[in-house]
T-cell receptor
């Protein structure tokens, strides 16, 4: 089983749609969780950290369920500029090993 | 303004000819990572440094080595590049929360 698994995608949605990405992780000792965004041929950039209480940043909402080892990202009112690959990232252990999921490609169409 | 700088952006090397990729940071972060990313795949952690402590992933080939002479610089040495080593190599740093990535070095092996 891979350490971090994501929905394979791709997700093709119209502008204004709500889209949800899911991610599971295998190491119950994992400490920190993140969603990164990666545009084509660019480096990954942090979208948001994920907290047990859930957190929201504008149109983006992230949730963590430690019991189920499950992370989610919800994007509301999708924009064309949201088109990118979304990477689920889990910090393994206390010394900062960041392990990436394969990513889910989102394409928002007019 | 770039905080994590990778040089060069593009590197062409011959099959079997040693090559070194470099990374520098202005953030004074104690953790530095090297990732390999192939087309349509997740960034794969090769190794990371926590200060001077080197942490190698179990499945990183011996062909890949790294040096961190000081806090600011980190190098990736590929001793005998093969065609399968062609990829984007991403350097990242972390001070305990999010990771900051450089723009990557795209390696071509001919």
């Amino acid at each position: 089983r891979k350490e971090v698994e994501q929905d394979p995608g791709p997700f093709n949605v119209p502008e204004g749609a709500t889209v949800a990405f899911n991610c599971t992780y295998s190491n119950s000792a994992s400490q920190s969780f993140f969603w990164y965004r990666q545009d084509c041929r660019k480096e990954p950039k942090l979208l948001m950290s994920v907290y047990s209480s859930g957190n929201e940043d504008g149109r983006f909402t992230a949730q963590l369920n430690r019991a189920s080892q499950y992370i989610s990202l919800l994007i509301r009112d999708s924009k064309l500029s949201d088109s990118a690959t979304y990477l689920c990232v889990v910090e393994r252990g206390s010394q900062g090993n960041l392990i990436f999921g394969k990513g889910t490609k989102l394409s928002v169409k007019p | 303004d770039a905080m994590v700088i990778q040089n060069p952006r593009y590197q062409v090397t011959q099959f079997g000819k040693p090559v070194t990729l470099s990374c520098s940071q202005t953030l004074n972060h104690n953790v530095m990572y090297w990732y390999q990313q192939k087309s349509s795949q997740a960034p794969k952690l090769l190794f990371h440094y926590y200060d001077k402590d080197f942490n190698n992933e179990a499945d990183t080939p011996d062909n890949f080595q790294s040096r961190r002479p000081n806090t600011s610089f980190c190098f990736l040495d590929i001793r005998s590049p093969g065609l399968g080593d062609a990829a984007m190599y991403l350097c990242a740093t972390s001070g305990g929360t999010e990771a900051f990535f450089g723009q990557g070095t795209r390696l071509t092996v001919v």
